[in-house]
């Protein structure tokens, strides 16, 4: 499974973003979806999560009423807004998918997740 996300780039701290990551359209619907990030000398970090049917979410503490993600799984695709960036989400954003026959659960686990796209920048200046 490829996935690729896009969306990244340079804004000032308060702007938004939205990420977008692109998967195989026909069995799209199979994948739960999560974001993660990996700041500059820091681990990768869940950041969300988002189950098959697109009806559960989950979301770290850090980004919680400021991200919100969604799907659309005829397109294939997850997304991640980003309100109200902060310094402090400055970081490669990788999204990852992981087939399961569960429509409704997320998982915050790294190692849930078989397939991971290349991941895309995101600089917040101050």
């Known amino acids: 499974v490829q996935l690729q996300a896009s969306g990244g780039g340079l804004v000032q701290a308060g702007d938004s973003l939205r990420l977008s990551c692109v998967g195989p359209r026909r069995s799209f619907g199979w994948y739960r979806m999560g974001w993660f990030r990996q700041a500059p000398g820091k681990e990768r970090e869940f950041v969300a999560g988002i189950s098959r049917s697109g009806g559960i979410t989950s979301y770290a503490d850090s980004v919680k009423g400021r991200f919100t993600c969604s799907r659309s799984n005829p397109k294939g695709t997850v997304y991640l807004q980003m309100n109200r960036l902060e310094p402090e989400d400055t970081a490669v954003y990788y999204c990852?998918?992981?087939?399961?026959?569960?429509?409704?659960?997320?998982?915050?686990?790294?190692?849930?997740?078989?397939?991971w796209g290349r991941g895309t920048l995101v600089t917040v200046s101050s």
């Open positions: 990852a998918a992981d087939e399961t026959e569960n429509l409704y659960r997320v998982s915050q686990n790294q190692s849930e997740y078989d397939f």
